[in-house]
């Protein structure tokens, strides 16, 4: 372990708490633009197999990040393996990974997962799709420089259109997805430890969260030693009520949206136009999009789209979708390692309530949790990379007091 990584344990969580306000944003967009060099197949990748996690393909990045290149690391777009969570079938889903320049560490390169926030919902929507990853790229060399391998999903649905339909706010799909981007790391690089920790935001806070829960009974053969969730979008089936009601503001329409668009793709049945008003459907191509050049007029006619735009026609119709979100909502199991739940009280996208409850459920169901609740934060509370002091002594192995039942100051009910 590096002499950064050390500091960072006796730094403990009074950095956790220091540093709260960095930003976490719910979806920043992306490119979907292919490398324009033809990529190689990268030599040191172990091709082959159909369990979850062997490679389909993996490919050296040409075009790397400066900010990476300059620090030496190494970073391999792969197609992998993974698992949908509704359906239990195979899937290919693709990615990138990375590990740090210089020796490995004995045991091998420690495993952080990156869970990416919202970047849209249709195939090219995924961070391997640019050249900085969806701006993960500091973060990336935030880690690798402190000697972690990295793995970034792009989950399934948002590489090629082979990866298929994207289930949005699904975590139990992503949460597969990721657990097998470490065992597509392993198969993409020598040196890497089977000693893993995850990280998300938003869409990826519910992604580990759920990784969590599942990595002891899909993935015995790795070991989990903590996941920390910002913003986690654990339970957002009330996000139907509030459509239902008319009080959607204007910062949960355009994720709305994206929610209605990808349950059309998995449910084809389900009639959109019992979603949306007439305005709504004349421009909804330009709301579906996830590209950086669409992304102001998209905003624009975001900001001309009422709540009303957006309203079930029916109670029926309310109901349905709300059957599918409740479906996907955490908790669901018992974690497999200790969790560190972040959140805002002023959340435009998150009810804290319903945070609280699923952290709350999670508890009941026997989990190891902390959480730090910041009556002041917004859905951008704190990019989860700054919280790595936590992660740091979890591969350290020190114990984590759970703050189940009692734990940081509640926020309302209501």
């Excluded at 777009?77 to 698992?83: A, C, E, G, L, Q």
Aim: aromatic residues 8%; hydrophobic residues 40%.
């Amino acid at each position: 372990m590096s002499r950064k990584a050390i500091g960072f344990i006796a730094l403990g969580l009074v950095v956790v708490v220091a540093a709260l306000g960095a930003g976490y944003v719910l979806g920043r967009g992306t490119t979907p633009s292919l490398p324009t060099p033809k990529p190689k197949t990268y030599a040191g990748a172990h091709l082959g197999g159909s369990s979850p996690g062997s490679l389909v393909s993996a490919t050296a990045v040409v075009d790397e990040d400066p900010t990476l290149r300059a620090a030496g690391v190494t970073a391999v777009h792969i197609r992998y393996r993974s698992t949908d969570g509704n359906t239990g079938k195979g899937t290919v889903v693709s990615g990138t990974v990375f590990i740090p320049g210089g020796a490995p560490p004995i045991g091998g390169w420690p495993v952080v997962a990156i869970g990416h926030g919202t970047t849209g919902v249709l195939n090219g929507c995924g961070p391997s799709a640019s050249a900085n990853f969806d701006g993960e790229a500091t973060d990336i060399a935030r880690l690798t420089g402190i000697g972690y391998a990295v793995t970034l999903a792009d989950y399934q649905g948002l590489g090629t259109a082979s990866s298929g339909v994207h289930p949005y706010l699904d975590s139990r799909t992503a949460g597969y997805n990721i657990i097998d981007s470490v065992r597509a790391l392993r198969n993409s690089f020598k040196h890497i430890s089977y000693r893993w920790a995850a990280i998300g935001g938003s869409q990826g806070g519910g992604a580990v969260w759920s990784a969590n829960e599942q990595a002891d009974k899909y993935a015995p053969g790795l070991d989990l030693v903590g996941t920390i969730a910002v913003a986690p979008t654990a339970d957002v089936a009330p996000l139907v009520n509030e459509a239902a009601a008319g009080t959607l503001d204007q910062d949960q329409l355009g994720a709305y949206q994206w929610l209605l668009v990808s349950l059309h793709r998995l449910h084809p049945s389900l009639d959109l136009n019992l979603y949306r008003s007439t305005k709504a459907a004349a421009a909804w191509s330009t709301l579906s999009d996830c590209t950086i050049a669409n992304a102001t007029e998209r905003d624009q006619v975001l900001s001309k789209l009422t709540p009303a735009d957006l309203k079930p026609l029916s109670i029926d119709a309310a109901k349905q979708v709300q059957s599918y979100l409740t479906a996907w909502a955490l908790p669901q199991h018992i974690l497999s390692a200790p969790l560190f739940v972040v959140y805002g009280g002023r959340d435009p996208f998150i009810n804290p309530a319903w945070t609280t409850g699923a952290v709350a459920l999670a508890c009941r169901k026997g989990g190891n949790v902390a959480r730090l609740y910041d009556p002041n934060g917004g859905h951008d509370v704190t990019d989860p990379v700054n919280l790595m002091p936590w992660v740091v002594q979890r591969f350290a192995d020190k114990k984590v007091i759970s703050q189940c039942p009692k734990g940081e100051t509640k926020p309302p009910t209501t």
